[in-house]
C-alpha cells in the first residue's frame, strides 16, 4: 500500500496489504504495532519522510530522527527502508535536494542502528522524475502513469 494510511483504515488495510510504503508517523506505526499483536506475521513498511518540507504532504519530520529510530525498534513491524516523495514544484534542483536529503537520512540512521535493522530500501521517483531518484541512490521508483498512462 502507499499513501497516507488513517488509523480508522488500519485493520482493513491489514487485511489487503503485505506492505505498507507509507508509514508516515511514529503514531500510525504504533497503531500498526498495536494491531498486529494479534497476529504473528511481522509486516514490512517503509518510513514516508517529508523532505521536501511540503505542509500539505505527509511525513516523518526529517530533523527528528528520534522517532524514526522508535518506529525502527518497533516489535511486529519490519522498517526495511525509507521513501519520499519529490516536491510538488516538480524543480529539478529542489527535488534533487529532497531526494539527497533521504539518502543522507538513512545513511545517517544507519550509523545508528544495529546490523539486522539497517534500512536497505530507498525508494523515491516516480515516473516524472526517476531518473533524479536513481541518481540520488533510490532502489525503489513508482513508474505508474510512465507504465500505465495518467488517471
Same mark, same amino acid.
Given at each position: 500500500?502507499?499513501?497516507?494510511?488513517?488509523?480508522?483504515?488500519?485493520?482493513?488495510?491489514?487485511?489487503?496489504?503485505?506492505?505498507?510504503?507509507?508509514?508516515? =508517523?511514529?503514531?500510525? +506505526?504504533?497503531?500498526?504495532?498495536? !494491531?498486529? %499483536?494479534?497476529?504473528? $506475521?511481522?509486516?514490512? *513498511?517503509?518510513?514516508?519522510?517529508?523532505?521536501?518540507?511540503?505542509?500539505?504532504?505527509?511525513?516523518?519530520?526529517?530533523?527528528?530522527?528520534?522517532?524514526?529510530?522508535?518506529?525502527?525498534?518497533?516489535?511486529?513491524?519490519?522498517?526495511?527502508?525509507?521513501?519520499?516523495?519529490?516536491?510538488?514544484?516538480?524543480?529539478?534542483? =529542489?527535488?534533487?535536494? +529532497?531526494?539527497?536529503?533521504?539518502? !543522507?537520512? %538513512?545513511?545517517?540512521? $544507519?550509523?545508528?542502528? *544495529?546490523?539486522?535493522?539497517?534500512?536497505?530500501?530507498?525508494?523515491?521517483?516516480?515516473?516524472?522524475?526517476?531518473?533524479?531518484?536513481?541518481?540520488?541512490?533510490?532502489?525503489?521508483?513508482?513508474?505508474?502513469?510512465?507504465?500505465?498512462?495518467?488517471?
Amino acid at each position: 500500500m502507499i499513501g497516507h494510511l488513517q488509523t480508522n483504515k488500519i485493520n482493513k488495510a491489514l487485511r489487503i496489504f503485505d506492505t505498507i510504503d507509507s508509514v508516515d =508517523s511514529l503514531r500510525i +506505526a504504533k497503531q500498526l504495532v498495536k !494491531k498486529l %499483536k494479534q497476529t504473528k $506475521n511481522p509486516l514490512f *513498511v517503509l518510513l514516508e519522510i517529508n523532505t521536501s518540507g511540503d505542509k500539505t504532504k505527509f511525513g516523518f519530520d526529517p530533523n527528528n530522527d528520534q522517532d524514526l529510530l522508535e518506529a525502527i525498534a518497533l516489535d511486529k513491524i519490519i522498517v526495511g527502508g525509507l521513501m519520499t516523495i519529490g516536491p510538488a514544484s516538480q524543480e529539478k534542483e =529542489s527535488t534533487s535536494k +529532497a531526494f539527497a536529503r533521504l539518502r !543522507k537520512i %538513512k545513511e545517517n540512521i $544507519n550509523r545508528q542502528v *544495529v546490523r539486522n535493522k539497517k534500512l536497505t530500501v530507498l525508494s523515491m521517483g516516480m515516473s516524472n522524475d526517476y531518473e533524479l531518484g536513481i541518481y540520488e541512490g533510490s532502489t525503489m521508483v513508482r513508474l505508474g502513469t510512465a507504465l500505465f498512462g495518467p488517471r
